[in-house]
């Protein structure tokens, strides 16, 4: 009987995760209590970035008179903090319609260097209105603060002067005396009737000699909450501690194979897969500068983004050796157990098996998509999951957004290198049960995301390993490259999502072509294949259905 072209049952699982997807999607948006912040079109920026930084320029002119030469870098920030508090206690809507318009929880941050004076300014612009509601400026050799232990009149006049130019009247707050929670030179006014819940809005000010330098609104959230997300990122924490301490001994395995079996291993394969790896994760690196700018201190934000940039590309050449170590050592404990997990370019069906590959992957994908976000669902409205932006990700913060969906071909080439070609090689070498071999390899993995702005940080982990048992099934079945292009697939629709998102014309049409990127991607390679390489394989084919353990008695890996 002839073998049909593509797996109906592949397909049924497409059009239900498509379904699950758009139906949980849609319900979502009806149910007021649901904890994930919107991505409606009014919470996208209405003015560009550089109307930003002309507001932003001219009001540090007027106050504070610039020089002539000075720069501006808009960067696009967030309150974290501020919108887990009302995602966690439900007070998100509310906030939205009494406060955002005044004190938005996502704004553009101006950064303005002026080199002559030695100065550097941090301009909070609100980008739907171009109003400014906060400022910090900070010098290379700034004067001492004064002492606000007991403010004098004069000190206080200066305050209530900077308060009413904000748009604030003075007598609606309150000095607190709490200004040693704020740093020396600071003032903290606590507003006598606005607050969301148990956070009162409170007016930062920062005074240097008989100005204002700095001046930020604030809603303090209660010191109960904070000390329960700090217990939450010291799981994250430890959990990608543990993720990457495991990694690194599977790394190490990995090594000592490659040594002890030297004459065995051919060097070239993996060597392709490994350098676009590097070369993608570089070039991503350079791309999110103006996101490692983000994470600056009171003085200018280059010194710490160029630390950022080295610091990474330094761990991706480390990275980059263990995805090759895990390449060559996975492969050779696979082709010890009679199965070629991937088929190379000089292999006669590797352009039908990558086209197979993209197709397949594509399919899973697809019903993965609807998974997770049946998992996010049931997560936010009974477990209390929830998220918040984080704009040291952001597409916002990148030279060129467009570029960003790149980055899925490097999480699916290393992450499944290591957790599933050879992590399952060598937990079935530990454990000899398929199960085990899956599962164990799919926490670890899933340790290693919990650092991700979701909470509680447990959700992530049991979200993150059903999905690796998943790729996990589609490895063993069906080999590495569809378990690539599964990957692949997946996050290049998530990533073009997010590109579309942003609104602009050319960004929809950008994000709009990663969708289908992976299938484009497979199709090329498949057709430049039958066109350039007609030698005979090297290795068989890999197995439809390979069986990870060969010993009499076995039988296949079942649905996980």
Same mark, same amino acid.
């Given at each position: 009987?002839?073998?049909?072209?593509?797996?109906?049952?592949?397909?049924?699982?497409?059009?239900?995760?498509?379904?699950?997807?758009?139906?949980?999607?849609?319900?979502? +948006?009806?149910?007021? =209590? $649901?904890?994930?912040? =919107? *991505?409606?079109?009014?919470?996208?920026?209405?003015?560009?970035?550089?109307?930003?930084?002309?507001?932003?320029?001219?009001?540090?002119?007027?106050?504070?008179a610039?020089?002539?030469?000075?720069?501006?870098h808009?960067?696009?920030?967030?309150?974290?903090?501020?919108?887990?508090y009302?995602?966690? #206690?439900?007070?998100?809507?509310?906030?939205?319609? =009494?406060?955002?318009?005044?004190?938005?929880?996502?704004?553009?941050?101006?950064?303005?260097?002026?080199?002559?004076?030695?100065?550097?300014? @941090?301009?909070?612009?609100?980008?739907?209105?171009?109003?400014?509601?906060?400022?910090?400026?900070?010098?290379?050799?700034?004067?001492?603060? %004064?002492?606000?232990?007991?403010?004098d009149?004069?000190?206080l006049?200066?305050?209530?002067?900077?308060?009413?130019?904000?748009?604030?009247?003075?007598?609606?707050?309150?000095?607190?005396?709490?200004?040693?929670?704020?740093?020396?030179?600071?003032?903290?006014?606590?507003?006598? $009737? %606005?607050?969301?819940?148990?956070?009162?809005? #409170?007016?930062?000010?920062?005074?240097?000699?008989s100005?204002?330098? +700095?001046?930020?609104?604030?809603?303090?959230?209660p *010191?109960?909450?904070?000390?329960?997300?700090?217990?939450?990122?010291?799981?994250?924490?430890?959990?990608?501690?543990i993720?990457?301490?495991?990694?690194?001994?599977?790394?190490l +395995?990995?090594l000592i194979?490659?040594v002890?079996?030297?004459?065995?291993?051919?060097?070239?394969?993996?060597?392709?897969?490994?350098?676009?790896?590097v070369?993608? @994760?570089?070039?991503?690196?350079?791309?999110?500068?103006?996101?490692?700018?983000?994470?600056?201190?009171?003085?200018?934000?280059?010194?710490?983004?160029?630390?950022?940039?080295?610091?990474t590309?330094?761990?991706?050449g480390?990275m980059?050796?263990?995805?090759?170590?895990a390449?060559?050592?996975?492969?050779?404990?696979?082709?010890?157990?009679?199965?070629?997990?991937?088929?190379?370019?000089r292999?006669?069906v590797?352009?039908?098996e990558?086209w197979?590959?993209?197709?397949?992957?594509?399919?899973?994908?697809?019903?993965?998509?609807?998974?997770?976000?049946?998992?996010f669902?049931?997560?936010t %409205?009974?477990?209390?999951?929830?998220?918040?932006?984080?704009?040291?990700?952001?597409?916002?913060?990148?030279?060129?957004?467009?570029?960003?969906?790149?980055?899925?071909?490097?999480?699916?080439i290393?992450? %499944?290198?290591?957790?599933?070609l050879?992590?399952?090689?060598?937990?079935?070498?530990?454990?000899?049960?398929?199960?085990?071999?899956?599962?164990?390899?799919?926490?670890?993995?899933?340790?290693?995301?919990?650092?991700?702005?979701?909470?509680?940080v447990?959700?992530?982990?049991?979200?993150?390993?059903?999905?690796?048992?998943?790729?996990?099934y589609?490895?063993?079945?069906?080999g590495?490259?569809?378990a690539?292009?599964?990957?692949?697939?997946?996050?290049?629709?998530?990533?073009g999502?997010?590109?579309?998102?942003?609104?602009?014309? #050319?960004?929809?049409?950008?994000?709009?072509?990663?969708?289908?990127?992976?299938? +484009?991607?497979g199709?090329?390679?498949?057709?430049?294949?039958?066109?350039?390489?007609?030698?005979?394989?090297?290795?068989?084919p890999?197995?439809?259905?390979?069986?990870?353990?060969?010993?009499?008695?076995?039988?296949?890996?079942?649905?996980?």
């Amino acid at each position: 009987m002839p073998k049909r072209r593509f797996e109906p049952p592949l397909l049924l699982l497409a059009v239900l995760g498509l379904m699950l997807y758009l139906g949980v999607t849609f319900a979502s +948006a009806y149910l007021d =209590k $649901t904890r994930l912040p =919107k *991505d409606d079109a009014e919470d996208l920026p209405v003015v560009t970035k550089q109307q930003a930084a002309n507001a932003a320029m001219s009001f540090v002119r007027n106050r504070f008179a610039i020089g002539p030469g000075a720069q501006a870098h808009t960067l696009y920030q967030s309150y974290p903090v501020r919108n887990g508090y009302l995602l966690k #206690e439900q007070l998100y809507d509310q906030y939205k319609k =009494k406060y955002e318009g005044r004190f938005p929880l996502e704004y553009f941050e101006v950064e303005i260097n002026d080199i002559e004076k030695g100065a550097t300014y @941090y301009v909070a612009v609100n980008y739907k209105t171009l109003a400014i509601f906060g400022f910090s400026m900070s010098r290379t050799a700034t004067a001492r603060s %004064e002492s606000v232990s007991s403010p004098d009149a004069g000190l206080l006049k200066t305050a209530n002067t900077a308060i009413r130019e904000m748009g604030y009247d003075p007598a609606e707050f309150a000095l607190t005396g709490e200004s040693g929670r704020a740093g020396n030179g600071s003032l903290i006014f606590r507003s006598k $009737t %606005e607050r969301i819940g148990e956070a009162p809005l #409170e007016l930062h000010l920062k005074v240097s000699g008989s100005r204002v330098t +700095a001046f930020e609104p604030v809603f303090t959230v209660p *010191d109960a909450f904070m000390a329960w997300q700090e217990a939450q990122d010291r799981r994250s924490a430890l959990m990608t501690r543990i993720s990457i301490g495991i990694s690194l001994v599977m790394t190490l +395995a990995a090594l000592i194979l490659v040594v002890r079996r030297r004459r065995d291993i051919r060097y070239a394969r993996g060597a392709l897969l490994t350098f676009f790896f590097v070369a993608i @994760y570089i070039v991503n690196n350079f791309n999110m500068i103006p996101a490692f700018r983000t994470m600056h201190g009171s003085g200018p934000s280059w010194p710490v983004a160029l630390f950022y940039l080295w610091f990474t590309n330094i761990v991706v050449g480390l990275m980059a050796l263990s995805t090759y170590l895990a390449l060559s050592a996975g492969r050779r404990l696979w082709l010890d157990r009679g199965w070629n997990p991937w088929p190379v370019w000089r292999d006669s069906v590797f352009g039908g098996e990558v086209w197979k590959a993209a197709v397949r992957g594509y399919f899973i994908c697809l019903f993965i998509l609807g998974l997770q976000q049946t998992m996010f669902f049931i997560g936010t %409205e009974v477990f209390g999951v929830w998220t918040v932006s984080d704009p040291a990700d952001s597409v916002y913060n990148m030279t060129y957004p467009g570029l960003f969906p790149l980055m899925a071909w490097v999480a699916s080439i290393s992450e %499944e290198a290591v957790y599933r070609l050879l992590g399952i090689a060598l937990m079935l070498k530990l454990t000899r049960s398929r199960f085990l071999a899956v599962l164990l390899p799919s926490v670890i993995w899933a340790m290693s995301h919990t650092q991700y702005p979701i909470y509680p940080v447990y959700t992530r982990l049991v979200e993150v390993t059903v999905i690796g048992l998943i790729f996990g099934y589609v490895f063993l079945k069906y080999g590495l490259l569809t378990a690539l292009f599964t990957h692949a697939s997946m996050n290049s629709i998530l990533m073009g999502l997010s590109i579309m998102f942003v609104g602009e014309p #050319e960004q929809v049409a950008i994000g709009a072509a990663y969708l289908a990127a992976p299938l +484009a991607i497979g199709r090329v390679l498949s057709l430049l294949h039958a066109g350039f390489n007609r030698r005979p394989p090297s290795f068989p084919p890999p197995n439809p259905s390979p069986d990870p353990n060969p010993h009499p008695g076995s039988g296949h890996l079942t649905p996980l």
